[in-house]
C-alpha cells in the first residue's frame, strides 16, 4: 500500500538520551516534511526537505536534526531529548508544491 | 506571516444535519489549501485540495470552496453521520518561499444519532 511508513509508533525516552524518528514513503515524492502536534499549539513545521540531498529549517528546528540521503527516507533525530519535545510527530510528503499532503500516522513521544 | 483560523473550534449536531466549517486565511498568496480530518490519536487523512485557481472541489458528501480575495475556504458536509465525527484541519500553502503549510486549530465534530 502506498504511503508513509513511520517508526516507532510510540516511545517513552528519558531525557539525555538520543533518539532517531523514522519515516519512509513509497511515492516517490520529492518534499519531506517533519511536523510536531501538541495541544493548544497545533501542527509546527520542524524541518524540510524539497529534494534528497538538501533541507530546511521550519518553525521549531531547535533541538532537531534531519539528513535526506536519497528520495524515500528523512529521519529526524533527536541529539539529547527534553522533556519540551514530548509530542505526537508526523512524517509528511508531496510531489511538488501542487499535489496535496500526505501524512503518516504518527510518532507518540513521551520524554521523561 | 500567513495565520489561519477556524471556526467554531467545536461543533456537536444531530445526525442528518447539514454543516459549515470556516476556515479563513490571513495571507490572501496562497498556492493552495488544503482540508484534513484527523480521527482520535490517529494521522491527518487529505479530504480535498483547492488550488488557487479553483473555486470548488467536491468528494462525496463533502465539498470545499475557496474565495482567495476574502480570505477564506469552506467545508460543506451534507447529511452528517455519526462516523463523520473527527477534527478537520485546514491548511494552506502560501506562494512565497519554501512549502510550508500553515495549519488552522481545527474544528472538533461530533456527531450523535
Known amino acids: 500500500i502506498a504511503g508513509i511508513t513511520q517508526a ?3 516511545q517513552i525516552l528519558a531525557a539525555g538520551r538520543r533518539m532517531t524518528l523514522r519515516c519512509t514513503q513509497d511515492m516517490r ?3 519531506m516534511y517533519w511536523y510536531r502536534q501538541d495541544l493548544g499549539l497545533g501542527l509546527r513545521l520542524i524541518h524540510y526537505s524539497n529534494t534528497a540531498g538538501t533541507t530546511g529549517k521550519g518553525e521549531v528546528p531547535d533541538g532537531y536534526s534531519v539528513s535526506r540521503a536519497n528520495t524515500d527516507d528523512f ?17 509528511a510528503s508531496s510531489m511538488d508544491r501542487g499535489q496535496g499532503y500526505t501524512f503518516g500516522s504518527g510518532t507518540r513521544l513521551t520524554v521523561v | ?4 483560523t477556524q471556526i467554531p473550534a467545536a461543533l456537536s449536531v444531530p445526525e442528518g444535519e447539514n454543516l459549515v466549517l470556516n476556515c479563513s486565511f490571513t ?8 482540508w484534513f480530518r484527523q480521527d482520535p490519536g490517529k494521522g491527518l487523512t487529505s479530504l480535498l485540495l483547492i488550488q488557487s485557481s479553483q473555486r470548488e472541489q467536491t468528494s462525496g458528501r ?10 477564506r475556504s469552506t467545508l460543506y458536509i451534507a447529511a452528517s453521520q455519526p462516523g463523520d465525527s473527527a477534527t478537520y ?9 519554501y512549502n510550508k503549510l500553515i495549519f488552522g486549530a481545527g474544528t472538533r465534530l461530533a456527531v450523535h444519532p
Open chain 2, 62 to 71: 463533502l465539498n470545499a470552496s475557496l474565495d482567495k480575495s476574502s480570505g
Open chain 2, 1 to 4: 506571516k500567513q495565520e489561519v
Open chain 2, 89 to 97: 484541519l485546514c491548511a494552506a500553502l502560501s506562494s512565497g518561499g
Open chain 1, 8 to 10: 516507532p509508533t510510540s
Open chain 2, 27 to 34: 495571507d490572501s498568496a496562497i498556492y493552495n489549501l488544503q
Open chain 1, 29 to 31: 515524492h520529492n518534499a
Open chain 1, 75 to 91: 529521519p529526524l533525530t533527536l541529539a539529547s531529548a527534553v522533556p519540551s519535545q514530548t509530542s505526537v510527530y508526523f512524517c
